[in-house]
């Protein structure tokens, strides 16, 4: 079976919007099959040992931190980054999410190319500080167009600049830049060292509040496997590649998680005949 992860901000929504206390919501987490959260700098810096406490309560681990960081800006990459990688060595993480930095789309050209260079440089740099803390990054199409890695081509630059950058596939980042998910699955199937499953709809079924797309369409959150992606077959693709990974189930936007989080649980653990 798949290891189950999601995301630390999840269980933050659940415990609201059921008013549970956070402990009851990660307990519940856990009993639908959750293993592993994802665990971004703002929930985790500073919490450390609070944190840990709440994922040792449960028998939980962390799938992954989400890390902000301004490289293209800011060329201290050790000083940005130690807090960070002290944090994930404490908690026994094995992997940063590594979001290097945005664009201010008003910039010349020239300045943007700079800084996107620097990012690239920056990663570099924080491969290497990060392996003797035993931590290994990996970075995804994020779906924000001042992100220089927010289709596959710029996610495809960091990789080639560092051999040691891993592709975490988030699945539900693809269409937002316009493309499709299979076939960025065919271009970086082969660097793929972490998942992100998120699903999108084409329309308001699931919550009413839709993000545009670059082509115009509103695409809304989804329960895992219940939207309009091929998820089952990224899935099966990922599989027959060799991936043995976590899943880690993503929905943010969602007006009932605890819902959502049942329900993807329940697909990604079903039948696969189903998908």
Same mark, same amino acid.
């Given at each position: ?31 639908? =099959? ?28 962390? !799938? ?41 789309? !008003? ?162 653990? =079903? ?5």
């Amino acid at each position: 079976m798949a290891k189950i992860a999601t995301f630390y901000d999840h269980i933050k929504d659940i415990a609201r919007q059921e008013g549970m206390r956070l402990m009851d919501a990660l307990g519940t987490a856990r009993e639908l =099959g959750v293993e592993a959260l994802e665990i971004s700098q703002n929930n985790l810096i500073g919490r450390e040992d609070e944190v840990g406490q709440e994922l040792a309560s449960y028998d939980m681990g962390v !799938s992954s931190i989400p890390s902000y960081f301004n490289f293209g800006r800011d060329r201290d990459v050790k000083r940005q980054a130690l807090p960070t990688l002290e944090a994930a060595q404490y908690l026994g993480a094995k992997r940063l999410l590594v979001i290097p930095g945005f664009l201010d789309l !008003s910039d010349s050209p020239e300045e943007r190319e700079s800084q996107i260079q620097a990012m690239v440089e920056g990663v570099a740099q924080l491969a290497e500080l990060a392996a003797p803390y035993g931590v290994a990054l990996a970075m995804e199409e994020y779906d924000d167009p001042k992100a220089p890695f927010c289709n596959t081509a710029g996610v495809e630059r960091f990789l080639e600049a560092c051999p040691e950058l891993g592709c975490c596939f988030d699945s539900g980042n693809f269409l937002p830049a316009g493309e499709d998910v299979l076939q960025a699955l065919g271009r970086l199937q082969g660097r793929v060292t972490h998942v992100h499953l998120k699903d999108r709809a084409f329309a308001p079924t699931f919550a009413q509040n839709g993000a545009a797309a670059q082509d115009g369409r509103l695409l809304y959150p989804a329960p895992v496997g219940q939207g309009d992606l091929p998820l089952g077959e990224v899935v099966r693709r990922l599989g027959q590649g060799g991936y043995q990974g976590a899943y880690t189930l993503e929905f943010y936007g969602s007006p009932r998680t605890l819902e959502f989080l049942q329900d993807s649980v329940a697909w990604l653990t =079903g039948e696969p005949e189903a998908w």
